[in-house]
């Protein structure tokens, strides 16, 4: 099992930044490769980025490229979001979630295991 704890959520106005941290217990951390999903009302769950074990490799959904930054502290067993020229169309709870394979994967039912969220609301 892991459990993974999300925070750093928050208001903020367009244009503004946020940092959202993920904090993972319970087995190895580095064995997992690390997402970051996000939900808006009434929307389905929508793959924002993710980052390979070692931190090496990054992905990022083609609506975020060049805004967000996702970054992990092996040694911290935490993954981060840094989230950059927000917009109001950011406005989601953001997950994040771990999988086992070897490779990043947008798709959601990939993950095994995923946080309970915080809620980020970016007003215009």
């Known amino acids: 099992q892991v459990q993974l704890v999300e925070s750093g959520g928050g208001s903020v106005q367009a244009g503004g930044s946020l940092r959202l941290s993920c904090a993972a217990s319970?087995?190895?951390?580095?064995?997992?490769?690390m997402g970051w999903f996000r939900q808006a009302p009434g929307k389905e769950r929508e793959y924002v980025a993710g980052?390979?074990?070692?931190?090496?490799?990054?992905h990022y959904a083609d609506s975020v490229k060049g805004r967000f930054t996702i970054s992990r502290d092996n040694a911290k067993n935490t993954v981060y979001l840094q989230m950059n020229s927000l917009k109001p169309e950011d406005t989601a709870v953001y997950h994040c979630?771990?999988?086992?394979?070897?490779?990043?994967?947008?798709?959601?039912?990939?993950?095994?295991?995923w946080g309970q969220g915080t809620q980020v609301t970016v007003s215009s």
């Open positions: 979630a771990a999988r086992r394979g070897p490779v990043i994967i947008v798709d959601a039912l990939a993950y095994d295991y």
């Open positions: 319970g087995r190895t951390f580095s064995d997992y490769i």
């Open positions: 980052i390979s074990r070692s931190g090496e490799y990054t």
